[in-house]
């Protein structure tokens, strides 16, 4: 079982977003990814991830056709009804379809919160580290660039 600290970097590949910030929360039951527009137009659903001040804001729409809504408790104890889609999160060299909520997320530090629905059984959390997966990432590709080089 691979463990992971208080955030880290993850990527969404189904969405084209690699490496964006992530915050570790057991006391969040679901996943949240933060969405600064979302509407449903013909029954299909349309959002725009993060916001324009973000550092990784793309300004894309994105469209999914299969998609729910769920009342949620924020934290501030506050139920909120959201769009739920389903999408693969990469953590560590493991591809994990899961649910996110879209929400907004504005205030808050990290643009994705990872909850313990997709961590239980999978990850061990030590709120004393951070970014291990993105760093045995980064070590990866500095050893095949390395070996690259070698093999020349």
Do not use: W
Not at 7 to 13: I, M, T
Not at 31 to 52: I, K, P, Q, T, W
Request: proline fraction near 2%.
């Amino acid at each position: 079982m691979e463990t992971l600290g208080r955030s880290d970097r993850v990527d969404l590949p189904g969405l084209g977003l690699y490496n964006i910030h992530a915050k570790i929360d057991t006391g969040a039951y679901t996943c949240s990814l933060h969405c600064s527009r979302a509407e449903v137009v013909n029954g299909v659903l349309e959002f725009v991830l993060m916001d324009d001040e973000h550092p990784e804001f793309t300004g894309m729409t994105f469209v999914f056709k299969e998609f729910t809504s769920r009342a949620i408790r924020n934290s501030f104890g506050i139920v909120e009804q959201r769009y739920i889609i389903r999408t693969t999160v990469k953590i560590f060299s493991e591809e994990i379809i899961t649910e996110f909520s879209l929400s907004d997320r504005d205030e808050m530090r990290f643009p994705i919160l990872l909850g313990r629905k997709i961590l239980r059984h999978r990850f061990l959390i030590d709120v004393s580290k951070k970014n291990l997966s993105y760093r045995r990432k980064r070590s990866l590709k500095k050893k095949i660039k390395k070996q690259s080089r070698t093999d020349l």
